[in-house]
C-alpha cells in the first residue's frame, strides 16, 4: 500500500500587483493595485478572463516591510500612502491615476520605509521668542528631576505652544507623544506645525483618529501597522472620543492601543476645559506615561487647588507680553520685533462704589 502523504501547511506570501489594460481606453494613465495571497497570475486571470480583458502587468512586490522585521501590510496600506501622496483613485475601486513605472516606484519607497514620506522636508527653520525657550529649559530640567512629573504652563493665546511643545518633547528625545485636548476646533493648529516644525526633519508620524484630520495628508490612523514599539510618532486625540472607549472608562470597543502604549509625554491642551472631572480623572489614570504637560491660559481651578508646586509652574501673561514688546532692544536693524505684530493691550480696572461695598458687606 503507497504511503499516504498529507500536506498540512502550505507557505503564504503576500503578494501586492499593479497591471493596466491598454485596450480599455477610459483606463489610459490608471493602474489597477490590488493584494493577493495566491499565484498573481490566477489572481489576475480570475480578475479579467471572465470579462475577456487583455491586461499588462506593470510589477508586483512582496507585501513585507524592507526592514528586517518580517511585518506585512495589505493593499489598503499602500492605497492609504497612495492617497498621502495626493495619487486620484476612482471611488470605491482599486484603480489609481497613476503610471505603471511611478507606482512601482512608490510601492518601493514604502516596502523600504513604512510608508514615511519624511524624506520630502517640508519642515522650516524657526527660532525660539525668548519666554519660549524660557518655558521649554524648565520644563525639560523638571522632566529629569522629577519622576512621572506633572508641569503647567499658563500661558496666554499666542504663545506658541505647539511649536514649544514640538520642541520640548524633541530635546527629550521623547518617541510617543499622546496629545489630548477637549477642544478639537483647535486641531489644525497642532496638524500645521506639525507640518511646518515637527514631522519632517524628526522622523515623527502625526497620528489620529480626530475626523478634522484623518484624511489629512501626511496623517495616518491611531491603529495603523505602521506605528510599531520602536515607531516615533505624536497621536493627537479628542478627550471626549477617548473617554467613550471601555478601556477608559466608557462603553465602546476602541483605543486599545492607546491604553496598551507607554507613552513618554502627555500633553493636555486647554487643561482647564472639562479636564477636572471624575470621568476624565479615571480616563487619564489607563494612560501609562513618563511626564504630563498640562496647557491652559485660564487654569484657576488647579491654581486654587494647589495642584501644581510653584517650581512646576510657568507663567507668561498679558502683561509680559505687553512688556516684552516695549522692552525689545536688538543692534541688529535687519532683526524684527517679534512682538511687534501683536496688538497693543490696554487693562483697566473699576473700583466699586460704597454703596456696593456695603451691600456686599451685608450680604
Not at 253 to 276: C, P
Amino acid at each position: 500500500m503507497a504511503e499516504i502523504i498529507l500536506k498540512t501547511s502550505k507557505r503564504v506570501v503576500p503578494m501586492i500587483y499593479a497591471y493596466t489594460t491598454p485596450e480599455i481606453h477610459r483606463h489610459d494613465g490608471w493602474t489597477k493595485i490590488g493584494y493577493t495571497e495566491q499565484d498573481v497570475e490566477r489572481r489576475l486571470d480570475q480578475q479579467t478572463h471572465t470579462a475577456d480583458v487583455i491586461y499588462h502587468e506593470e510589477w508586483r512586490g512582496n507585501a513585507v516591510f524592507d526592514d528586517g522585521t518580517g511585518d506585512t501590510f495589505k493593499d489598503s496600506d499602500f492605497h492609504a500612502f497612495l492617497k498621502k501622496n495626493e495619487i486620484e483613485r476612482q471611488p470605491k475601486t482599486e484603480w489609481f491615476k497613476i503610471t505603471g513605472p511611478d507606482s512601482k516606484k512608490l510601492f518601493n519607497d514604502f516596502r523600504s520605509n513604512r510608508g514615511s514620506i519624511i524624506d520630502e522636508v517640508l519642515g522650516v527653520t524657526y527660532r525660539l521668542r525668548n519666554e519660549q525657550e524660557d518655558a521649554i529649559t524648565k520644563t525639560v530640567d523638571y522632566y529629569y528631576t522629577h519622576e512621572n512629573g506633572e508641569y503647567l504652563w499658563n500661558c496666554k493665546p499666542r504663545f506658541g505652544k505647539t511649536l514649544s511643545v514640538y520642541d520640548f518633547v524633541k530635546r527629550i528625545e521623547a518617541e510617543r507623544v499622546l496629545i489630548v485636548t477637549n477642544r478639537p476646533a483647535i486641531a489644525n493648529s497642532w496638524y500645521d506645525d506639525y507640518i511646518h516644525f515637527a514631522g519632517f526633519q524628526d522622523s515623527y508620524y502625526f497620528a489620529t483618529n480626530t475626523p478634522a484630520l484623518r484624511d489629512r495628508k501626511y496623517t495616518i490612523a491611531s491603529d495603523s501597522p505602521l506605528l510599531t514599539k520602536t515607531t516615533p510618532y505624536i497621536e493627537f486625540e479628542s478627550l471626549q472620543d477617548i473617554k467613550g472607549s471601555i478601556y477608559l472608562g466608557g462603553k465602546y470597543d476602541k483605543y486599545k492601543k492607546l491604553v496598551e502604549t507607554e507613552w513618554d509625554v502627555l500633553v493636555i491642551d486647554e487643561a482647564h476645559e472639562g479636564v477636572d472631572t471624575y470621568k476624565t480623572d479615571v480616563a487619564f489614570d489607563h494612560i501609562k506615561r513618563k511626564f504630563t504637560l498640562h496647557l491652559s491660559g485660564t487654569p484657576f481651578k488647579a491654581l486654587a487647588t494647589d495642584k501644581f508646586p510653584e517650581e512646576a509652574i510657568y507663567n507668561w501673561t498679558y502683561a509680559d507680553e505687553q512688556q516684552a514688546k516695549e522692552n525689545w532692544n536688538n543692534n541688529n536693524p535687519s532683526e524684527t520685533n517679534p512682538y511687534g505684530s501683536l496688538p497693543r493691550l490696554n487693562m483697566y480696572t473699576y473700583q466699586m462704589s460704597e454703596i456696593i461695598k456695603d451691600e456686599l458687606v451685608n450680604c
